[in-house]
């Protein structure tokens, strides 16, 4: 299976703040990675796929933005706002068993 | 508008079966556009995917549990469902039924709100 890595477990930090999360693969999986946003008791939100390519449902501008490529891969968050504050997840559709990180939490700090 | 909804008992006990059933309506369920996804999410813990169907009926199972898991689907109901026998607590999670954007390589672009399935006696 891949291993998706994610960094840190824990973000703290303030509204207004830029944050960057990253995700490192197993192997080399091209961009082949997905970016989703989960709320407590929630489903998960698709944000970005592809690596770097915004879900349409998201408005624009997005405060959202995803690059990398190969084994590692970076969620970036803009001007964080009070909605902001979740849990984030990297998946990797490249190859089956589909395999998520282990999520990062990002809270108010 | 893309919208998934799963439902099914929310105790099953220990050695049973699990099942569950999603209705999707506004998805292009029955065609060759998407895979429809089953995945869960042990309380307090990541997310792990079960499998994926085809509207053909072929399906892809994580090896993790594939010897418990069957997906099928009935796309005069618009719907598609999943089975895991042999439960035991380690499968007590959230199930969410997902689009699986498949060859298009988008993700799981649309979810169901979930359910909790507890395993007990």
């Known amino acids: 299976d891949i291993q998706m890595t994610q960094s840190p477990s824990t973000l703290s930090a303030s509204e207004g703040d830029r944050v960057t999360i990253t995700c490192r693969t197993s192997?080399?999986?091209?961009?082949?990675v997905n970016w989703y946003q989960q709320k407590p008791g929630r489903a998960p939100h698709l944000l970005i796929y592809?690596?770097?390519?915004?879900h349409s449902a998201l408005p624009l501008p997005s405060r959202f933005s995803g690059s990398g490529s190969g084994t590692e891969f970076t969620l970036t968050i803009d001007s964080l706002q009070p909605e902001d504050f979740a849990t984030y997840y990297c998946?990797?559709?490249?190859?089956?068993?589909?395999?998520f990180g282990q999520g990062t939490r990002l809270e108010i700090k | 508008q893309v919208q998934l909804q799963e439902s099914g008992p929310g105790l099953v006990k220990p050695s049973e079966t699990l099942s569950l059933t999603c209705n999707v309506s506004?998805?292009?369920?029955?065609?060759?556009?998407?895979?429809w996804a089953w995945i869960r999410q042990p309380p307090g813990k990541g997310l792990e995917w079960i499998g994926s169907?085809?509207?053909?009926?072929?399906?892809f199972y994580n090896p993790s549990l594939k010897s418990r898991v069957t997906m099928s689907q009935d796309t005069s109901k618009n719907q598609f469902s999943l089975k895991l026998t042999s439960v035991t607590a380690a499968d007590t999670a959230l199930y969410f039924c997902?689009?699986?954007?498949?060859?298009?390589?988008?993700?799981?672009?649309?979810w169901g709100q979930g359910t909790l399935v507890s395993v007990s006696s």
């Open positions: 997902a689009r699986d954007s498949g060859s298009y390589y988008m993700g799981f672009d649309y």
């Open positions: 506004g998805g292009a369920f029955g065609t060759n556009k998407y895979y």
């Open positions: 169907i085809y509207y053909s009926g072929n399906t």
């Open positions: 192997e080399n999986i091209d961009t082949f």
């Open positions: 592809g690596a770097s390519r915004l």
């Open positions: 998946q990797q559709n490249y190859r089956t068993p589909y395999t």
